[in-house]
């Protein structure tokens, strides 16, 4: 634990995903995954890892704002973070300059959040342990020192996993053809929960989810998402006419920002059925606390990047029980399957201790990246066993894919 963090270093490592039209959505028509991928050094050899997820261009800047944070990390022993990690969250949040970007938000959140992940992966291999292992013995040894934890038996996540929806399907760019085929295959494979991307065009959106529907049958669970394309009356409207299809969820319906804005949706909808769902890109635990007070949304989906990592999650994990919300993860992209596989345990052990209405989000795309990749079995994450928070890169991928001078992108931009 006496670990001296020596250096900091953080590449800007990007996915062409968008050459396949994978991630395409309403509002993000051509994503390019990507990640600011963050290397903590010690003087004893032990490495921490960690990242935070963007689509492309922008991710230069997040870069950046990681340079600008390390010198509040480069220097200290990771005995010193971990025995005051809200001092030292409040010190990365709470600079004097630098949060007048936005206290807690925007880029500098993001920035920190990689940082944040990188201690914690430090942390978990310091341990020999998984994160969520960390977290869960934290709460039998009462270091947390909060009567709200309670700690159910580990064997059943062990050997059941933790239910998982896809995205795979349906993103917006992809042909009938290939919905139906990858809908089929996973079907096959075991998958019961699925998600749709809509908002473009309304009658391609009926189009679309009458497709789905018939492809994975009227008793498996279909949710829609539109990545904020809609105003307030407009997606009140939209979703209602797609109601026939009887979606569990519309996801992210207008401005993430838009508290009150998400509470007239919600209350429009319900005599529908239908829930809403937001938080993948809600910046702070202070908003998702104005979400829940306002019966803003009825599934939380916390990302394991947008807030300022494990910390921050940890907080809304706790509201949404209080609540009694459920807590259905954002993920896919880059990395976050692997990060948000260990905020769902751990919720599941030590705060809900229940699986209604709760899954987790897949995208299978990249994984094959990482050194510790999740594991999915019949449709549900398998507990990682690696020590750390599953953020480590393979050194080859990270070189091939780094922006602009890799292999990928130098063939790329010479074509």
Same mark, same amino acid.
């Given at each position: 634990?006496?670990?001296?963090?020596?250096?900091?270093?953080?590449? !800007?490592?990007?996915?062409?995903?968008?050459?396949?039209?994978?991630?395409?959505?309403?509002?993000?028509?051509?994503?390019?995954?990507?990640?600011?991928?963050?290397?903590?050094?010690?003087?004893?050899?032990?490495?921490?890892?960690?990242?935070?997820?963007?689509?492309?261009?922008?991710?230069?800047?997040?870069?950046?704002?990681?340079?600008?944070?390390?010198?509040?990390?480069?220097?200290?022993?990771?005995?010193?973070?971990?025995?005051?990690?809200?001092?030292?969250?409040?010190?990365?949040?709470?600079?004097?300059?630098?949060?007048?970007?936005?206290?807690?938000?925007?880029?500098?959140?993001?920035?920190?959040?990689?940082?944040?992940?990188?201690?914690?992966?430090?942390?978990?291999?310091?341990?020999?342990?998984?994160?969520?292992?960390?977290?869960? !013995?934290?709460?039998?040894?009462?270091?947390?020192?909060?009567?709200?934890?309670?700690?159910?038996?580990?064997?059943?996540?062990?050997?059941?996993?933790?239910?998982?929806?896809?995205?795979?399907?349906?993103?917006?760019?992809?042909?009938?053809?290939?919905?139906?085929?990858?809908?089929?295959?996973?079907?096959?494979?075991?998958?019961?929960?699925?998600?749709?991307?809509?908002?473009?065009?309304?009658?391609?959106?009926?189009?679309?989810?009458?497709?789905?529907?018939?492809?994975?049958?009227?008793?498996?669970?279909?949710?829609?998402?539109?990545?904020?394309?809609?105003?307030?009356?407009?997606?009140?409207?939209?979703?209602?006419?797609?109601?026939?299809?009887?979606?569990?969820?519309?996801?992210?319906?207008?401005?993430?920002?838009?508290?009150?804005?998400?509470?007239?949706?919600?209350?429009?909808?319900?005599?529908?059925?239908?829930?809403?769902?937001?938080?993948?890109?809600?910046?702070?635990?202070?908003?998702?606390?104005?979400?829940?007070?306002?019966?803003?949304?009825?599934?939380?989906?916390?990302?394991?990047?947008?807030?300022?990592?494990?910390?921050?999650?940890?907080?809304?994990?706790?509201?949404?029980?209080?609540?009694?919300?459920?807590?259905?993860?954002?993920?896919?992209?880059?990395?976050?399957?692997?990060?948000?596989?260990?905020?769902?345990?751990?919720?599941?052990?030590?705060?809900?201790?229940?699986?209604?209405?709760?899954?987790?989000?897949?995208?299978?795309?990249?994984?094959?990246?990482?050194?510790?990749?999740?594991?999915?079995?019949?449709?549900?994450?398998?507990?990682?066993? !690696?020590?750390?928070?599953?953020?480590?890169?393979?050194?080859?991928?990270?070189?091939?894919?780094?922006?602009?001078?890799?292999?990928?992108?130098?063939?790329?931009?010479?074509?």
């Amino acid at each position: 634990m006496l670990h001296k963090i020596t250096s900091l270093t953080v590449r !800007d490592v990007r996915f062409p995903t968008s050459l396949e039209q994978h991630g395409s959505d309403a509002m993000h028509t051509d994503p390019d995954y990507s990640v600011a991928y963050v290397v903590l050094d010690t003087d004893c050899g032990l490495k921490g890892f960690g990242l935070t997820f963007t689509v492309g261009k922008g991710t230069e800047i997040v870069v950046c704002a990681v340079e600008a944070v390390a010198g509040l990390v480069v220097g200290k022993s990771l005995q010193e973070i971990v025995s005051d990690f809200r001092g030292f969250y409040r010190l990365l949040t709470s600079d004097g300059q630098m949060r007048w970007l936005g206290p807690e938000k925007g880029v500098i959140h993001l920035a920190i959040a990689a940082v944040l992940n990188a201690v914690w992966d430090l942390w978990a291999r310091a341990e020999g342990k998984p994160l969520w292992k960390l977290l869960v !013995d934290m709460v039998s040894h009462r270091e947390f020192r909060l009567d709200c934890f309670f700690l159910l038996p580990e064997e059943h996540m062990l050997k059941e996993g933790y239910p998982a929806y896809t995205t795979s399907c349906a993103w917006l760019g992809y042909s009938d053809q290939l919905l139906k085929q990858l809908c089929t295959d996973a079907l096959k494979s075991g998958w019961t929960k699925f998600k749709v991307k809509v908002g473009a065009d309304l009658e391609d959106d009926k189009r679309r989810c009458r497709l789905m529907r018939q492809m994975i049958g009227p008793d498996n669970t279909l949710m829609i998402d539109a990545n904020q394309r809609w105003d307030v009356a407009e997606a009140i409207s939209w979703v209602s006419s797609l109601a026939e299809f009887k979606p569990l969820w519309v996801e992210e319906p207008t401005s993430p920002d838009d508290i009150l804005g998400h509470a007239a949706i919600s209350k429009a909808l319900a005599p529908l059925g239908i829930g809403v769902a937001t938080g993948e890109q809600c910046h702070n635990r202070v908003m998702f606390k104005q979400f829940l007070q306002a019966s803003a949304l009825q599934f939380v989906q916390i990302d394991s990047c947008r807030l300022g990592s494990v910390n921050e999650n940890l907080a809304v994990l706790l509201m949404a029980h209080k609540f009694q919300v459920p807590v259905c993860p954002h993920a896919g992209g880059v990395g976050l399957c692997e990060l948000v596989q260990h905020l769902i345990l751990f919720d599941y052990i030590c705060v809900s201790g229940s699986l209604g209405n709760r899954m987790c989000e897949y995208v299978d795309h990249l994984h094959e990246h990482f050194t510790s990749p999740v594991v999915i079995h019949d449709a549900h994450y398998m507990p990682p066993k !690696d020590p750390g928070y599953s953020c480590e890169m393979l050194e080859s991928s990270v070189q091939s894919h780094q922006y602009p001078e890799g292999d990928v992108w130098t063939l790329i931009m010479n074509k």
